[in-house]
């Protein structure tokens, strides 16, 4: 989780204990976990995103081991198979991730970029399909693909000014946040515009169903290199 003031934490969900928390600055959007005891943080005011290495057996200490790298209006960070993409003003960024220096925080290093076909990259959420992310900018909703960095449109109802989505399991619908007031709405809505849930007076901004990765693991080559990848 992480908040427009500055904070970013790991929350476990069957007690909603916080394992961990900081405070990053420039406005946070979002925040992926990694091997290594490793946490990057996308902050768009800032201009950046800043690796952690996290440690849940103190909720929180000053000086934290971290490091910040310039990413113009970052917004979104994954981490799938060994690297973390993080999606900002009109570009992704594919990061390289190595483990650091013991008790540092690892590597995290850009090696190649994507260009988004649209403006102001908002949020980033994993797909059902492996290898699938999903893109909204200002103007219009986009599939990304990992295995060749491409982009593809996504026919909905609803393409514009989304806040945060997330696609659904079998049965379940993909849903959406669009602001009615600022940033915030009070209603989550699938991609033809139907309520699946209003809460009056609420101001929310992102709305993500709690599904996709089972797990992370590790294969390693005859050459000894480690490669990180998420299961869905």
């Known amino acids: 989780m992480c908040a427009s003031g500055g904070g970013a934490a790991i929350i476990r969900l069957k007690d909603a204990k916080t394992l961990w928390y900081d405070s990053v600055g ?3 959007h979002s925040i992926d976990i990694a091997p290594f005891n490793t946490v990057v943080v996308a902050s768009s005011t800032g201009d950046q995103y800043t690796v952690f290495r996290y440690d849940t057996t103190k909720a929180y200490a000053p000086r934290r081991p971290r490091k910040s790298i310039i990413a113009p209006d970052a917004h979104s960070v994954n981490f799938y198979q060994d690297s973390f993409y993080i999606a900002g003003r009109d570009q992704i960024w594919i990061c390289l991730f190595r483990k650091g220096k013991r008790n540092g925080v690892a590597e995290v290093h850009i090696a190649n970029a994507a260009t988004i076909p649209g403006k102001g990259a908002h949020d980033m959420s994993y797909g059902s399909r492996t290898g699938v992310f999903y893109v909204t900018t200002v ?3 986009l599939e990304f693909h990992t295995k060749d960095n491409s982009f593809h449109p996504v026919s909905s109802k609803i393409t514009r000014n989304i806040k945060s989505f997330s696609e659904g399991g079998e049965d379940y619908p993909a ?5 009615k007031e600022q940033w915030w709405t009070d209603e989550v809505t699938d991609l033809q515009g139907n309520t699946i849930l209003r809460i009056p007076g609420a101001k929310i901004y992102k ?4 599904r996709g990765f089972s797990s992370t693991y590790a294969e390693t080559n005859a050459k000894g290199d480690t490669t990180f990848f998420k299961k869905w």
């Not at 849903?175 to 602001?179: A, G, K, W």
């Open 175 to 179: 849903i959406v946040t669009v602001p």
């Open 207 to 210: 709305a993500r169903w709690m």
């Open 26 to 28: 420039g406005n946070p």
């Open 139 to 141: 103007d219009t909703l």
